[in-house]
């Protein structure tokens, strides 16, 4: 099965609205990571955690907030969606800061 | 601040040629560690090889090498033998080694073509 999920899959926002990207994984990894995929930026790093419990800004984190609320699930959440934020969102998880591994991504359209 | 660039944006190759992509890195950091990841048509992303600074043996897994040149920052990723699956989108990574995270920065990209 796969280890990380992301739901929803897709998602279409207004503007003003509040935004959930959930994410979970089976893999008992520590670490966990949201990206946003833009083209010709690769992934950028919005916000990561360490452990149940906390969260950290990444490298591109206005607009994001991030929860994680247990080891398995980490949220990012859009508190006043805007049309620059309709991108692919990608959570990830890893261990010992080595290697991740990703969910399926979300697609979200903010109108 | 760490950073990573890809300069190619897309190659084509022939079908069972060997092919190099580049990736240079900037760090201040004297110990790293550097990702090759593969994104295809789907979208799913998946973790390729992984080659540690302080190792001066470039890492091969399967039909992956990498020529790690630290003294220009370098690290290429070499497939040999390609196959038409090996179409998708390569990204570089980078993360430093010190203890004040595990922030991982990517390239934008490298897309790869493979034609029969």
């Known amino acids: 099965e796969a280890a990380v999920t992301q739901s929803p899959r897709n998602k279409v926002a207004v503007t003003g609205g509040k935004v959930t990207l959930s994410c979970n994984q089976t893999n008992n990894h520590n670490n966990m990571y949201w990206y946003r995929q833009d083209t010709g930026h690769g992934l950028r790093l919005i916000h990561y955690s360490y452990g149940a419990g906390s969260t950290e800004k990444g490298d591109i984190p206005d607009g994001y907030k991030a929860s994680r609320p247990s080891q398995e699930n980490f949220s990012l959440i859009l508190e006043l969606a805007t049309p620059s934020q309709t991108s692919v969102y990608f959570c990830?998880?890893?261990?010992?800061?080595?290697?991740?591994?990703f969910g399926p991504g979300t697609r979200l359209t903010v109108l | 601040a760490q950073k990573v660039t890809q300069t190619q944006t897309s190659i084509s190759v022939m079908e069972k040629t060997t092919v190099t992509m580049d990736c240079v890195y900037e760090t201040q950091d004297s110990s790293y560690f550097l990702f090759w990841y593969k994104q295809t048509a789907s979208g799913e992303i998946v973790f390729l090889i992984r080659?540690?600074?302080?190792?001066?043996e470039n890492a091969t897994v399967g039909h992956y090498s990498l020529n790690f040149q630290k003294p220009k920052s370098s690290i290429g990723l070499i497939i040999t033998a390609t196959q038409i699956e090996d179409s998708a989108v390569y990204f570089c990574a980078m993360r430093e080694g010190g203890t004040g995270g595990y922030k991982v920065v990517f390239g934008s990209g490298t897309r790869l073509l493979v034609s029969p």
């Open positions: 080659q540690d600074s302080y190792k001066k």
């Open positions: 990830a998880s890893g261990t010992g800061g080595y290697e991740q591994y």
